[in-house]
């Protein structure tokens, strides 16, 4: 079975659209984390939810909004998709707490927008 | 602030070649250091890390050792193998309101012909 999961692994859509990433895992963690995967390969930290609370929120424009129904799955929607958006959405999780816990990364979702 | 800096890609390599991916990190305080692995349509899976200045990680054959004199983490292979190629990912963490948080670099790509 799979640790982390995403869906879907690929979208496309036009600007302007409304859409949702969906990520689930089974690892029995509590925190949760989207990253972002520009063109170049960059990874950047979104949002973080430690047991559906959100503890982590960079400058993400409010286009973005995660939501996390239960501490296994963190959603990630967006309003009003723009070019800029188009990069590999990734998914996390971690245990919580004091000093480094390994995260486990989900497959991706590419999302393309024209 | 934080920031890693490694070495541009991408680098090819023939099968048993000896490699160097450099690292280079900015931090304050004394953050934890990673080195993790992107295979093709896969996500990031850790390969390996080092907690404190000295330690040397190593996972699979490749090696690094954190440098505190010289901030850096670089990795290293004494042989690589065709199925070593993959994006490389540089990271550091640092903690933030009780959730683990990486900072990752540019990625390196590498590819290993036979």
Redesign the interface.
Known sequence: DTA?SQTPKYLVTQMGNDKSIKCEQNLGHD?MYWYKQDS??????MF?Y?NKEL??NETVPNRFSPKSPDKAHLNLHINSLELGDSAVY?C?S?H????????F????SRLTVL | GNSVTQMEGPVTLSEEAFLTINCTYTATGYP?LFWYVQYP??????LL?A?KADDKGSNKGFEATYRKETTSFHLEKGSVQVSDSA?Y?CAL?Y??????????G??T?LTVIP
């Open positions: 982390v925190t170049k390969k960059f990874l950047k930290i973080s430690n503890i982590i990734f996390a971690s919580p707490g004091q000093g480094y816990r390994e995260l990364f989900g497959e991706g | 934890s349509g896969e996500g990031l899976q850790l890390k907690t994006v990912f963490s903690t933030q309101t009780g959730a683990n948080n990486l900072f990752f540019t990625g790509r």
